[in-house]
């Protein structure tokens, strides 16, 4: 591949965004199908999306909710498969930044360095594995530097302030809080903690702080950038691609937009 | 409480294991890890208790019913053209070797001041046992259960909520034990504060397989001399079957330094493991991340979890225990496959023979010993992991079906 790696490539879309915080809906590939998945996010990137989050469905996803979990199991019954999953971040790559989200059975087999490899041919920028913490991700994370690609920490309320700073030091793109303990979906409101969460994290690292897991209103949207360099929306676009295909993912996303202006 | 003569049981000292060779490990959102690291305190600390280790051994004894006997089985013996020995854990409360566990790991989670209980279930035989011990201890208790093993397995559902537990149904995937688990951890990430989650097999991320092989490790404390004083001799083969392999690891942990007595593990066949629809990982399987932990793993080329297939609830999982991973590459372990039919068969063959209707886990068990005698001069340890009551309307119905067909 030629062109700038893919840690250079986060970087620019959290410099360059022009808002308050960078906007990073998450799709899932190959719901409701690889084509109409592909179309959501074109339909991201038009409404201006700054990267795009896609996730690889699995059948085991123990960090999901029920919206995101019921559309992997959609897609994997309409025989999505990784390939195809990888096939819509090629052709969206070209547009922005993706952030692959694959569980770590995925992203481990057959061997860290063969998912990788695959991952950087198809275009991808970054990879957030959510059942990878700190202690397991090193032969993952040896594998992303050496062809580029951000393999993205993630951090939680409850972690403490030890291994807070460790996964602040290993990160690479951005650092990926999630902001509640829990799964993900949809919740009424933000967490009450979540300013003193975003505050431990940007104090372990340099790199900017992403916050997800339960954002979905515009308003939500814009309470979290006034803490965060990045927002991350999941089950309320996922819900939106199921309910009304590529055009309310768009109009979601610009809503989403408008809020972080 | 007359605890008379109980003896807290010994345990082994130092950090429960993170890893066997390279399976275990922790492969859990970064929210659970707290949890994970509390839990591992709370057991050293638990285990250096003389009090605990006292109440549990007075409840494993006086509630529970152990030791349970080692049975020298007359009739089968005579069958198999060998001696066989059967480690009686049908005979515990519950019916079902799953009690050890789950006493242990409640009374930790009471001690930790955990006042809510998630476990999941395939057989129901962890359910209940669960239940029970929360019964007893006064604890809230969910049990997370695929709604097929809910249909297969009807009287544990009702056992259950008699007991006072919230049966929670699981209706993704196949509706099995796989999905009952993947319920379990997702309900912990929300609730670790206030819950334990009480699992129910040597699986999972660190500490629990480690955890659970020294709560269930008494049947094979209890089998080792039970069997020298029968036989004056340590049996040839010891032989258990696996669904996660908590029974299997409990039996063996007793035998795994006595190089000259072979170990045997007996996964479910399903179908035929030439079919593809079975629950054998570790008889066929490669390396993958499952329910937190690096194991064997029944997957595709891309990393999909396959489904299991067995007619035992018990053993329809596509994963194990990382520990009995590493005991079959380092090859102390043999594992072996029995179908669905054999296992069938011996159930129906050990109960006239017997007397003794055994769960259709253990079926397989006797199945594989049945058709493998052996050739040594000495003498077979298996263990009865539980009683087959919660079987009998299955196996007749499907009985019924190959009757109807055939
Ligand atoms: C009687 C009996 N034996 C065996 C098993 C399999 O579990 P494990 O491999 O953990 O012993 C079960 C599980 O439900 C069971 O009920």
């Known amino acids: 591949m030629s062109g700038p790696d893919g840690v250079t490539r986060i970087a620019a879309a959290f410099a360059g965004h022009g808002r308050r915080a960078a906007l990073m809906p998450y799709l899932m590939g190959g719901f409701p199908d690889v084509e109409t998945s592909r179309l959501a996010g074109e339909a991201c990137a038009d409404a201006g999306a700054d990267l795009i989050e896609l996730g690889i469905p699995f059948s085991d996803p123990l960090a999901d909710g029920p919206a995101i979990h019921a559309a992997a199991t959609r897609a994997l019954a309409a025989g999505a498969t990784v390939g195809e999953v990888l096939g819509v971040c090629r052709s969206l790559s070209e547009r922005l930044p993706i952030v692959l989200f694959a569980y770590a059975n995925l992203a481990l087999s057959p061997a860290p360095e063969a998912f990788v490899e695959r991952a950087r041919d198809a275009g991808a920028a970054g990879l957030i594995v959510p059942d990878l913490p700190h202690e397991e991700s090193e032969p993952l994370r040896e594998a992303c530097d050496a062809a580029g690609l951000a393999l993205v920490a993630l951090a939680a309320p409850n972690t403490p302030a030890e291994r807070m700073a460790a996964i602040g030091a290993s990160a690479r793109g951005f650092v990926y809080t999630v902001s509640l303990a829990g799964t993900t979906g949809e919740r009424g409101a933000l967490p009450e903690d979540l300013a003193g969460t975003l505050a431990r994290v940007r104090a372990s690292t340099d790199l900017p702080v992403a916050v997800g897991f339960g954002i979905s209103t515009a308003r939500q949207a814009g309470e979290a950038a006034d803490m965060a360099d990045g927002v991350i929306v999941g089950s309320r676009v996922v819900r939106a691609a199921g309910e009304g295909g590529p055009d309310a993912v768009g109009a979601l996303v610009a809503d989403l937009a408008e809020a972080l202006a | ?406």
């Open chain 2, 1 to 406: 409480m007359t605890a008379t003569g109980a003896q807290p049981r010994p345990m082994a000292a130092g950090p429960p294991e993170r890893r066997f060779g390279p399976y275990g490990g922790r492969y859990v959102p970064e929210t659970l890890v707290p949890a994970l690291d509390e839990l591992e305190r709370e057991w050293m600390a638990a285990r250096e208790d003389p009090s605990f280790g006292l109440e549990l051994s007075t409840l494993l004894r006086d509630y529970a019913g152990r030791p349970t006997p080692l049975y020298r089985a007359r009739r089968l013996s005579e069958a198999a053209g060998r001696t066989v020995y059967l480690k009686r854990e049908d005979l515990l409360h519950t019916g079902a070797h799953k009690l050890s566990n789950a006493l242990g790991q409640t009374l930790l989670a009471h001690r930790m001041g955990k006042r809510r209980i998630i476990a999941e279930t395939g057989a129901g035989q962890h359910g209940v046992a669960t239940a029970t011990a929360c019964a007893l201890l006064d604890l809230e208790c969910v049990v997370y259960m695929g709604t097929e093993d809910m249909r297969r397995q009807r009287p544990n559902v009702e056992r259950m909520r008699l007991l006072g537990a919230h049966v929670a149904p699981v209706d993704v995937g196949a509706r099995t034990l796989k999905e009952a688990v993947s319920a379990a951890i997702r309900d912990w990430v929300a609730e670790s504060d206030t819950t334990h989650y009480v699992i129910g097999s040597a699986v999972g991320p660190a500490p629990f397989p480690a955890i659970v092989r020294e709560l269930v490790r008494v049947i094979g404390d209890e089998a080792r001399p039970q069997a020298l004083e029968a036989e004056g001799a340590l049996p040839d083969r010891v032989i258990a079957c696996v669904g996660g392999g908590s029974n299997a690891i409990g039996t063996f942990a007793a035998f795994l330094d006595d190089a000259e007595v072979e170990l045997v593990g007996v996964e479910a066949g399903g179908e035929g493991v030439e079919s593809g629809r079975h629950g054998a990982p570790l008889a066929t399987g490669a390396r993958g991340v499952l329910h937190g932990a690096l194991s064997a793993v029944l997957q595709d080329a891309d990393g999909q979890i396959v489904e299991a297939h067995s007619i035992s609830a018990g053993l329809d999982y596509p994963g194990s225990g990382p520990q009995h991973a590493h005991l079959r590459d380092t090859g102390r372990v043999r594992y072996e496959a029995v179908t669905d039919a054999d296992a069938l068969a011996a159930f129906r063959r050990v109960s006239a023979l017997e007397g003794i209707i055994p769960a259709l886990e253990p079926a397989h068990a006797l199945a594989w010993l049945m058709a493998h005698p052996g050739t040594g001069g000495g003498y077979d340890l298996l263990t009865l992991s539980g009683r087959g009551d919660k079987d009998l309307a299955e196996v007749l119905g499907v009985s019924d079906e190959h009757r109807h067909a055939g």
